[in-house]
C-alpha cells in the first residue's frame, strides 16, 4: 500500500451505473422547497444537482479532514499530492507522481509537471511545501493537523521546482497517507488566516456562494486531468432527510446525501458500505465496569446479530473490531462475539460471588439526532443487558452531552457508564482509530494496558505488511487485555440517486464525495 509509485497518467475514477433504470415513484410532498438550479452559464442537463444534509461552515482546505468540508471541497475544488482510494485501500498518485523514502526520517516526492491552480499559478514545489507548513506547522489550528499529524512538526524543503523534501521528527512509513490529506493551494493563500473560499487545481472551482441558499461550482476549464463531466454543480441544503429524498423522486435534485431507512427514497435509494463502526465504549475505570469479568457479559449478552440485520441498514455487517476491512491494520481472521445470554448470566455471577455490586446501575449514554433507529438500538441493548440481570438506564443529550463523556478529560463522579460510539477511519490505516480509541490515554479511550500501548507503538513503526499484520495483532489482544468495547456493527450509508446520473459510492463517500465519480446516465 505504502510502496513508490511510478509516473503514470490519472485517469479519474468512474463508478458503475447505479439507478439508471430505476423508476420514480409517485408524487411526494411538495415540502422539498426550491429545487437546484444551475451554475452561472450552465444548463440544468448540465449541471449536477447535489443536496446535503447541512451548508458547509468553510471551504478552507486545512478543514477538510473534517466531512462536512471535504465531501464538498477534496479532490473537487482542492487536490492533494496522493488520493487515497477508500474502495481499494490503495494510495494513488494525483499532483505528485511518485514518492520515496530517501532516509528513515524524510520521503521526497516528485511532483506532477503542467499543473496550474485556477487562478493561473502554476503548482510547483514552492507551492507544495507552502501548502504542508499552512496545515502542519502553522498556528492557524487547522483541524488536519490535530486529526493526522498530532503535535510534531514537519520540516519541508525544496531542493528543484518539481521536487519537495518532507522530514519527520522520527520515522514515519506511513508519512505519504498522512499527506494525502493536506490539499494544495497556492503561494498566495494566507498562512494567517483561515480563507472561506480556495483557490485550487482540481477541475472545478467556487463560481458562487449565497450564504444560507446555495453553494456553486463551475467546471474549470484549464483542468489539467480529465475534463469534468459537468459544466456546473450545485449545493443546497435542507436539513430533513425526508426533504432530501423527495428532492430526488421530483427531479429536484440528483443527489441526496445522508439518508436513514424511513425517508422515503424508495427506488431511488442506493445503500452502501461506509468506513463507519459502531460499538458500545465501557468506561472501564467505574465499577462495576472496572471488572473485566462484567464486560465480558456486556459482550455476550449483546445481541449484535439483531441489532445489525434489523436496525444498520442492508448493507451493515457485524463487526468484530472498530475499522473496516478496507483499513490497513483490519484483522480478518476474528470472529464476531458469540451471543450467549447464559454465559454473561454466569460471569456476572462470579463477579457478584467475588463481591462486586452487579447490581449498581450503569447509563447507558449518548447522543441522538432523534432518528428512531437511534433510538432503537440504545432500547435493544439496554434490553438485552437488563435481561442477564444488570441495571442499565438509557440517558440520552446532545452532540456536547455525548462529547462530554466520550473525550478527555472525562467528568469527575460520572459514574459507571457505556457510551454507543459511532467511528470512521477514512485516513486508511489503523493506527489513527488506536492512538485514539484504544491506548490507554488516547483521547476517546477509556482505558488500555501496557501491553496493549507497547504493542500499538512497535506496530506504528513498521511499514508495508509487516506494520498490518503487526496492527491486526492489536485487535486480538484488545478483547483478552482490555475489553474496553463490544462491536457492533460496521455501518452502511444511503443516498438517494436520480436516475439521469450514474453514481457508485464507496466506503469514503461520506468523508469526500468526487465529484469525478458521478456522471451523466447513457
Known amino acids: 500500500m505504502f510502496s513508490n509509485h511510478p509516473a503514470t497518467a490519472i485517469g479519474r475514477r468512474r463508478g458503475r451505473a447505479i439507478g439508471a433504470g430505476a423508476l420514480v415513484l409517485g408524487v411526494v410532498s411538495s415540502t422539498a422547497a426550491c429545487s437546484v438550479t444551475g451554475s452561472a452559464g450552465s444548463t440544468k442537463e448540465d449541471t449536477l444537482r447535489i443536496v446535503i444534509a447541512e451548508e458547509p461552515s468553510t471551504l478552507e482546505p486545512c478543514e477538510a479532514s473534517r466531512s462536512a468540508t471535504g465531501t464538498v471541497v477534496r479532490s473537487n475544488v482542492t487536490e492533494p499530492l496522493m488520493e487515497f482510494d477508500a474502495a481499494s485501500g490503495e494510495l494513488n498518485p494525483l499532483l505528485a507522481t511518485e514518492w520515496e523514502q530517501t532516509s528513515p526520517t524524510v520521503w521526497t516526492f516528485t511532483l506532477r509537471k503542467g499543473v496550474a491552480f485556477s487562478d493561473g499559478t502554476p503548482f510547483d514545489a514552492e507551492a507544495a511545501a507552502h501548502s504542508i507548513d499552512r496545515a502542519v506547522n502553522s498556528d492557524l489550528g487547522c483541524h488536519v493537523e490535530g486529526y493526522v499529524f498530532g503535535d510534531d512538526d514537519l520540516t519541508v524543503e525544496t531542493p528543484t521546482p518539481n521536487t519537495v523534501t518532507v522530514e519527520t521528527p522520527d520515522p514515519d512509513p506511513i508519512l505519504p497517507l498522512r499527506l494525502s490529506f493536506v490539499e494544495m493551494v497556492p503561494t498566495s493563500t494566507s498562512d494567517t488566516e483561515m480563507v472561506r473560499e480556495p483557490i485550487g487545481t482540481g477541475p472545478y472551482l467556487i463560481d458562487s456562494w449565497e450564504a444560507g441558499q446555495q453553494l456553486n461550482f463551475v467546471a474549470n476549464e484549464d483542468y489539467w486531468g480529465e475534463a469534468p463531466a459537468w459544466g456546473g454543480v450545485s449545493y443546497v441544503w435542507r436539513g430533513q432527510g425526508s426533504v432530501?429524498?423527495?428532492?430526488?423522486?421530483?427531479?429536484?435534485?440528483?443527489?441526496?446525501?445522508?439518508?436513514?431507512?424511513?425517508?422515503?427514497?424508495?427506488?431511488?435509494?442506493?445503500?452502501?458500505?461506509?468506513?463507519?463502526?459502531?460499538?458500545?465504549?465501557?468506561?472501564?475505570t467505574e465499577p462495576p465496569l472496572d471488572d473485566i469479568r462484567v464486560r465480558q457479559a456486556i459482550n455476550y449478552a449483546t445481541n449484535r446479530y439483531e441489532i445489525t440485520s434489523e436496525l444498520e441498514g442492508e448493507a451493515a455487517t457485524v463487526a468484530?473490531?472498530?475499522?473496516?476491512?478496507?483499513?490497513?491494520?483490519?484483522?480478518?481472521?476474528?470472529?464476531?462475539?458469540?451471543?450467549?445470554?447464559?454465559?454473561?448470566?454466569?460471569?456476572?455471577?462470579?463477579?457478584?460471588?467475588?463481591?462486586?455490586?452487579?447490581?449498581?446501575?450503569?447509563?447507558?449514554?449518548?447522543?441522538?439526532?432523534?432518528?428512531?433507529?437511534?433510538?432503537?438500538?440504545?432500547?435493544?441493548?439496554?434490553?438485552?443487558?437488563?435481561?442477564?440481570?444488570?441495571?442499565?438506564?438509557?440517558?440520552?443529550?446532545?452532540s456536547d452531552f455525548a462529547a462530554a463523556l466520550k473525550e478527555r478529560p472525562f467528568p469527575e463522579?460520572?459514574?459507571?457508564?457505556?457510551?454507543?460510539?459511532?467511528?470512521?477511519?477514512?485516513?486508511?490505516?489503523?493506527?489513527?482509530?488506536?492512538?485514539?480509541?484504544?491506548?490507554?490515554?488516547?483521547?476517546?479511550?477509556?482505558?488500555?494496558?501496557?501491553?496493549?500501548?507497547?504493542?500499538?507503538?512497535?506496530?506504528?513503526?513498521?511499514?508495508?505488511?509487516?506494520?498490518?499484520?503487526?496492527?491486526?495483532e492489536v485487535w486480538a489482544m484488545e478483547p483478552t487485555e482490555v475489553m474496553q468495547y463490544s462491536y457492533l456493527a460496521h455501518l452502511s450509508g444511503s443516498l438517494a440517486v436520480n436516475p439521469r446520473v450514474n453514481f457508485e459510492p464507496d466506503p469514503g463517500t461520506g468523508d469526500e464525495m468526487r465529484l469525478a465519480m458521478i456522471t451523466p446516465a447513457k
Open 244 to 284: 432530501r429524498a423527495a428532492m430526488v423522486i421530483n427531479d429536484e435534485a440528483d443527489v441526496a446525501t445522508e439518508l436513514g431507512p424511513d425517508d422515503g427514497a424508495g427506488e431511488t435509494q442506493v445503500d452502501y458500505a461506509t468506513n463507519m463502526t459502531s460499538a458500545l465504549r465501557m468506561q472501564v
Open 320 to 398: 468484530t473490531q472498530l475499522v473496516t476491512s478496507e483499513i490497513g491494520g483490519y484483522n480478518d481472521s476474528l470472529e464476531p462475539w458469540p451471543y450467549d445470554p447464559d454465559k454473561a448470566r454466569e460471569l456476572l455471577a462470579e463477579a457478584e460471588a467475588d463481591g462486586v455490586d452487579v447490581s449498581e446501575q450503569i447509563r447507558l449514554a449518548g447522543g441522538t439526532s432523534g432518528d428512531t433507529r437511534e433510538r432503537e438500538i440504545f432500547q435493544v441493548v439496554q434490553q438485552n443487558l437488563t435481561e442477564v440481570g444488570l441495571n442499565v438506564e438509557i440517558e440520552l443529550g446532545d
Open 413 to 472: 463522579d460520572a459514574g459507571a457508564y457505556m457510551l454507543i460510539v459511532e467511528h470512521g477511519n477514512q485516513a486508511g490505516d489503523a493506527v489513527f482509530t488506536m492512538e485514539q480509541y484504544v491506548l490507554s490515554d488516547g483521547f476517546t479511550s477509556s482505558g488500555g494496558s501496557p501491553a496493549l500501548d507497547a504493542q500499538i507503538r512497535a506496530a506504528a513503526a513498521l511499514g508495508g505488511t509487516e506494520r498490518h499484520a503487526a496492527l491486526a
